[in-house]
């Protein structure tokens, strides 16, 4: 594409080119001119800007990291609605008031104390010892200079240094932690009966008026997402190998040129007896490992040795046969061994961290011994790889220009190159994209480029030897779905409504009874429904979370020997709570270890909430002014 401009760049067409080029610089020129600033404030904190660029790379790095986070669960949706971009940029006005708070403190971390730390550090470290190549070059493959990263650590210590010092305030008492001992150890008796919803469901009785009145009032669970049909071209250089001519002579000049490349893959066919040693005991393992390779020496069958001694359960019982063994695939002692051993040489003991091994080396193929047609299937193979990937690099570029010079169409692009459109059936923002397998490509299917601009994707780079380009083919807007389509899925919805409230209302009138001194048993004899007792304690996982709930919510001052509670679960069900006894927990009847984990957890959330009452002090005496949009 380029090479074309430069051909046709002569005369009234180079002066238009010259034109439009020039544009874009006499604005910017302008814009500088009168002071309009391309990078705005998104928040002011006492004076202090934070401009639309760190917090457009702050949302970058919150993504990839969520990405990276959620995998496959990831949804670009979770960064649609602002709400998330709001929290980060309050996460960052909070970083702004705890740095203005460190240098109203004179708190500083000195030089030494930033190299001391970056020298500790394991990831800069070459056989434990700080390597200053390894160093410059992490600091390198992070876009910084060495004041740019040592600035950022001296940030985070500085941060770690004023947490740590609002923390350390935190004072507990014995009397504190005994007296939340006894309120979260608290044991609770009860007795409770649930009241299903589903005795009271009857989709047949739901009238049309009742069913359309349900769906008026969640019309939003009737929503059909906004969906696309995507046609895509995907190019791979695996799919381009069938491409490659192959000559027998440029075969030859390839394994002459990779022979080291190609027959370092020797592969050998090993056996071994492995005697486990826990370290404890490792010179009696050793002293029998020799015994066996003293015995082995002496002529006893390696296969019978193997499946008498040897503590390899995958191995032993077919003589200690491990197969054809390449580089790259087993411990390293254990590798060095047997690639350093001759055919049929017995090498032992070998000390690896499963223990000690006998190795026998009993076949052997490829390697320098390896002639050119021995191993010509690898060669072509190789070879048709590397030129696949050639091709693959050229064909890369021009599918980049083709789709851009034709943005409206990809048939132009699979035409010039021979490759396949494919289409996608409907998918939506929240679907996966199996045929190109990229969260990146479902992103840029509902962009505004491609989607609402209706133009081809720039290439999306799927790894280093596949990629793709793709286009919107149909678009279907977010809808309602009307009433008649989903007339009896509303009914069953609007049937477990009324269920619903019919089993609360029941429930309610059960634990009026209650109140007025009648028994569980007799308020629900006849009804089908069991009455079960438990010892209730927080966090119980055996019974329903609102049963729980329900039990807690009873008042422990002042109580007697009953109260009672009712609450409505998720599932519409009633749960009728009567709570009989209440006992406290005890610390003493903790031991120290238990005690002091215990205190150990409160002034950790004690510490917390310090720290959070200090930031909120800082916030509600400073001056902040939020300017997103």
Known sequence: MLQAIRDKAQGWIAWVIVILISIPFALFGIQEYLGVDSNPPVAQVNGDEISTEQLKQRMFDFRENMRRTLGDAFTPELFEDGVLESRVLQRMVDEVLLRQAADDWNMRISDA?????????????????????????????????????????????????QEGAVRNTVLLTDAFVAEQVRLQDQKRSIRYVRVPASDFLNASAVTDEEARSYYESHQEEYAQPEQVKVAYIRL????????????????????????GELLANQERKVRHILIESSGDDDQEKLTFTEELMEQLRGGADFAEMAARHSNDPGSSEDGGDLGWVNRGVMVQPFEDAVFTAQKDELIGPVRTEYG??????????????????????????AYRQQQAEEIYYDYHERLADLSYETPDSLVPVAEALGLEIKETDWITRNSRLPALDSPKALNVAFSDDVLQQGNNSDVIDLSTTEAAVLRVREHRERTIRPFDSVQEQVRQKAAKSLAADKARAEGE?????????????????????????????????????????ATFSVPSVGFTDRAVAGVVSAEGDYFLVEVTAIEDGNIDSMDKAAREQRADALTGALADLEFSGMLQALRERADIEILLD
């Open 113 to 161: 104390h930033v190299a001391a730390f970056i020298r500790s550090l394991p990831a800069l470290q070459n056989g434990g010892q700080f390597d200053t190549g390894l160093y410059e070059a992490t600091v390198r493959s992070q876009g910084l200079t060495r004041a740019g990263f040592e600035a950022l650590i001296r940030t985070d210590l500085g941060s770690q240094q």
């Open 509 to 549: 009138k059960l634990l009026a009874g209650l109140k007025g001194g009648e028994s569980v048993e007799a308020l629900i004899a006849g009804k089908g429904w069991e009455s079960r007792q438990a010892t209730v304690v927080r966090g119980l996982v055996e019974v329903p979370a609102e049963v729980v709930d």
């Open 236 to 259: 791979s250089s695996k799919a381009l190998t069938g491409q490659v001519e192959v000559e027998e002579g440029d075969l030859r000049e390839y394994f002459d040129i990779h022979r």
């Open 356 to 381: 000690y091994h006998i190795i026998l080396v009993t076949e052997v193929r490829g390697g320098e011994e390896a002639t050119f047609e021995e191993v010509r299937g690898q060669v072509e193979k």
